[in-house]
Structures are given as C-alpha cells and as structure tokens.
C-alpha cells in the first residue's frame, strides 16, 4: 500500500508570538515543529505500511525548514519525502497551495492520502478538503479510527455524543482527530537512516504550475494585518464570609461581565 501523508510545520504550541516593526509574526526564537494533527497522520500511515507493505511518502509545503519536519517524519520510518518550495507561494491562499500539493501528490503513485484534520496555525482545516476536490478522491474528516481492507476504507469519528462509521472506497483521503493513535517516537536508530533518506525539492516551474495561477496574485483571500488579543485582566480575590462572597460574585456577574 502506498500512503501519501501531508504535512505542514507549524510554531510550537508553547511558542510565545510576537508580531515584528512591520506587523507580521516573528519567528525569532519560536521553536518549529510538526503540526500535531498531522503526526497522527504520519503514526496512521506507518501502522498500515507496516501491516500491508509499500511506501509512505510525505509531501510538505513551506521554506527551506519545512526539511526538519519532513527529516522528524523519515526518521519516525517514513521512506521519503517531497518538499514544494517556491518563493513565488509567499502570500498565496489555501486555494493556491492545495493545487500545489495536489500536483505533488499526483506525481507518485498512492492508494490512500492522510492528512491532519486541521492545523494549529492557522485553524483554517481547508487544505485536505480543497485537495480531494481537486484530485477527485471521497474524503473522510477528524477520523479517530481507521480500517482498510482491499480496496476500501472504513473510519470512525466520533461527535454529538455518538460514533459515526463511514466506508470509502480507495484512493480517499482521511484526516487524523486526536486519538486516532499515539505517534512514536524516532529511534535513534531511525534518526540515523533519514540522514540518507530522500527529500527532494520542487518549484512550481516542475509541477507545471505558474506564480499567477497559485501565488499571491491568484489568492482570494489575502492577509492585511496581524493583532495579539488584548492582555487578560487579573483575577479577583474575594473576600469575607461565604454568604457575602456569594453575594458579590453574583453582583459582578450580572453587573460587570453582563453574564447573567
């Protein structure tokens, strides 16, 4: 079975953002990692190599330090990886980089696509949606189960306080929810190996794709501004006998925070 898994590198969740002079988000400092959704992924991907055979490719998109996250996954037993890295997709939308990923996903064979079901970045949860269109493929969202047998697949997700089970047939693409598994930690005998293990670099130009059909002058939806959320206010000690706490924290409920 070959598995294409993509993946995305993202700030790490205990990453403290700062945004630059010019209003863009530093990254100075901040600690860059695999968006964790998409190590489930990655986890799902090697559990099913490793039951049935084959290969599992992953396909990243991003800057030169997208290699670290790809090289992490390799080293987790991943056999190798594409990184589509192109200047011209600064600025470009989630329109622009799933037709992206879905040439680099085309130009290898697979049976079967994962990806996280949202990355913490952005919370945007567009990329794999936008690439199944594109491809044509059934998709399968926040799956926390996954059963393959022949040519179809068989995910569970769970929501509204029950199980729903859906059954694809293959090619399709799932999306990992926290709880599909527990991701493995890179052996340093597998760290090892992906020092040798294939990640090759493509542009645009190589995926037959231009600057004006996927960049920032394609892009429909386009960033103007970034804003940290305003500081919380401190918290407040009240005092005096319970009654009269009570009373007070129902005063400032319906008086201050308009809660009741």
Excluded at 238 to 256: N, Y
């Amino acid at each position: 079975m070959n598995i294409v898994v993509l993946l995305k590198q993202t700030f790490d969740t205990e990453a403290k953002i700062e945004l630059t002079g010019d209003g863009r988000i530093s990254s100075a400092g901040v600690n860059l990692i695999i968006n964790p959704y998409d190590e489930y992924a990655v986890e799902e991907a090697l559990r099913l190599k490793e039951k049935f055979g084959g290969e599992v490719v992953i396909i990243s998109l991003g800057g030169s330090q997208a290699q670290d996250a790809i090289r992490q996954a390799l080293a987790m037993g991943a056999d190798r990886g594409i990184l589509v890295q192109d200047p011209a997709l600064e600025g470009a939308d989630h329109a622009g980089v799933a037709q992206a990923l879905a040439k680099a996903v085309a130009s290898v064979p697979y049976d079967l696509i994962l990806s996280g079901w949202v990355a913490i970045d952005d919370n945007a949860a567009q990329v794999p949606g936008r690439l199944a269109e594109i491809l044509n493929l059934p998709q399968v969202n926040t799956v926390v189960k996954l059963e393959v047998d022949g040519n179809k697949a068989t995910a569970h997700r769970e929501g509204e306080g029950a199980t729903e089970i859906i059954e694809v047939a293959l090619p399709a693409v799932i999306t990992a929810q926290k709880g599909l598994n527990e991701p493995r930690y890179p052996s340093m005998k597998g760290i090892m190996q992906a020092r040798k293990k294939e990640i090759k670099q493509v542009t645009l130009a190589d995926l037959g794709l231009t600057a004006e059909a996927v960049g920032a002058a394609a892009a429909k939806v386009k960033v103007t501004s970034y804003a940290l959320p305003a500081a919380r206010k401190a918290g407040r000690l009240l005092e005096g006998e319970p009654e009269d706490q009570v009373k007070e924290l129902v005063r400032l409920l319906r008086e201050e925070a308009k809660a009741i």
